[in-house]
């Protein structure tokens, strides 16, 4: 199911060594919002919010686009 939110959602990721990770939001359509990280991150857990109001988010589902190192996630959130 879909990350549901209102004004802000938090993003948390642990990482067992350091990694590259690139962090960006997408509309419906696949177009590329914003990137919110692009750095190299130390092992821990690792939080992020995203603020609706910053990046100008109108209600709607988006998707979160996760690459560690080489590894691509994709999930699924919904401004409401």
Do not use: W
Not at 33 to 50: D, M, P, R, T, Y
């Amino acid at each position: 199911y879909p990350n549901r939110f209102q004004s802000n959602t938090i993003v948390e990721h642990d990482l067992t060594k350091t990694t590259k990770v690139n962090l960006a939001l997408c509309d419906i359509t696949g177009k590329e919002i914003a990137v919110f990280l692009n750095e190299n991150q130390s092992s821990g857990i690792h939080k992020f919010e995203i603020n609706s109001e910053k990046y100008n988010l109108v209600p709607g589902m988006y998707f979160l686009k996760v690459m560690l190192n080489d590894q691509f996630v994709s999930k699924n959130i919904v401004k409401f």
